[in-house]
């Protein structure tokens, strides 16, 4: 029987313990990351949380309750506080913020993430990698990292072990970045400035942007958190785009329904219509509503503030329970292809976000 197989037999019976044991296991992975975090500050609390869930699946204590009875909250909380986490993270957002760049900036930000998807896309595809994770991993590396790809895969309806393969290789690679990529700022030739707007357009998570850029300072980081929300901003259109394309490809199989049906029997009465994801998924306009919230400066900052923490938990939470999705014995199989993935994803980010800044300072 093969992994998808085992997960489609798993998500069909019923969880004995409902979904409070997997809720209240990824509430402790997130207690944990929060630990590491406060210990080793310059891992990132969410880097901490994915690579926390996929210790507790392979670990011999804890592999049979992460498969067995936390199950399901584990992947109710991959799934819908992702959601909630990725709507939060519009307030984070301000029109005014992303304008402020300036156009020269934001064109060299459409160029990357333009890039970046379709290179990375059109590789995964050569590689011959399976299910949505070209897809996954493209939208990873362009826009923001693990918040990302669970925003695709909501509108494109991705298998779970699609997604936990695609976070984890964009987080290992976006933590990685944290030790790298300081160390190249001075033999590039850059200033603060320039390398915050580097990072910003090349790193993957928010968390991981900001363990790397502050290497630069204050006006380092300044630049490349504003830089990184811009890419943030993108993830709307994309999340769109994905749903339009999954609807036509529903549309285009229905076809051929019809067209089969109509040409064994002389009738349509055998196919079936299938549910069409919304254009602009719920999530997803939640998040461009926080932005405009955000932008009419009615919230105060205290506000803003208990809601970036209660995001941050959430997310963390979120991929705690994809973390825990991660089946490494499968992950080994497609390694080889999986990591030249990765790595060629990781250089054509890094060289076009150079390239972009030189170009725009």
Known sequence: MTLRERATRTRSLPSRGGDAPGLLLAAAGVAAALAVHAAVPAVPKLTAAVLLGMAAAHLPGLRPVVRGVARSGLSLAGKRLMRLGIVLLGL??????????????????????????????WLGRRLGLPGDQPLLVATGYSICGASAIGAVSQAAGSEEEDVAASVALVTLCGTLAIAVLPLLQHPLGLGGA??????GASVHDVGQVVATAQTGGAGALREAVLVKLMRVVLLAPLVAGVAVAVRRRQRWVKQQWVDQSLGEDGSESSVKSGSRPPIVPLFVAGFLAMIVLRTTGVLPERVLTLAGDAQELLLAAALFGLGSAVHLPTMVRTGGRIALLGLGSWVMVAGVSYAGVLLTT
């Open 92 to 121: 984070k957002l301000s029109l005014g913020d992303v304008l402020g760049l300036g156009w020269a900036t934001v064109a060299m930000v459409l160029a990357v993430v333009a890039a970046t998807f379709a290179g990375t896309l």
């Open 194 to 199: 320039e390398f915050g707007r580097w990072v």
